[in-house]
């Protein structure tokens, strides 16, 4: 195992942070209007791409960070498939 970087550690505990917040949010009101699968999306593979790097290069400890990471994005992304279906009718029954 190679030294870690300090900083890719806070960069991606800032980002540990910001997800649940936005997963408890779904939960709490069950609205995603607004939130964006595509994002979502890209932001996961971006940490899949951090792993193979991780895997591939500079075996550390942060790639779990990287999986967490990944791991929360994607509960976020669930969560959103989970709720558009009611957001959307919701909205239609409020026209």
């Known amino acids: ?9 806070l960069f991606l505990l800032c980002f540990a942070i910001s997800w649940p917040v936005s997963i408890a949010k779904s939960l709490r009101t069950k609205v995603v209007i607004g939130k964006s699968p595509l994002f979502m999306s890209l932001v996961v ?44 009718k919701e909205m239609l029954h409020q026209e």
């Open 45 to 88: 593979l971006g940490y899949i791409f951090g792993i193979i790097h991780k895997l591939l290069y500079s075996r550390d400890i942060v790639i779990f960070m990287y999986i967490f990471n990944a791991t929360l994005v994607a509960i976020d992304l669930f969560l959103y498939f989970l709720y558009i279906g009611k957001n959307k």
């Open 1 to 9: 195992m190679t030294e870690f970087s300090i900083w890719e550690v």
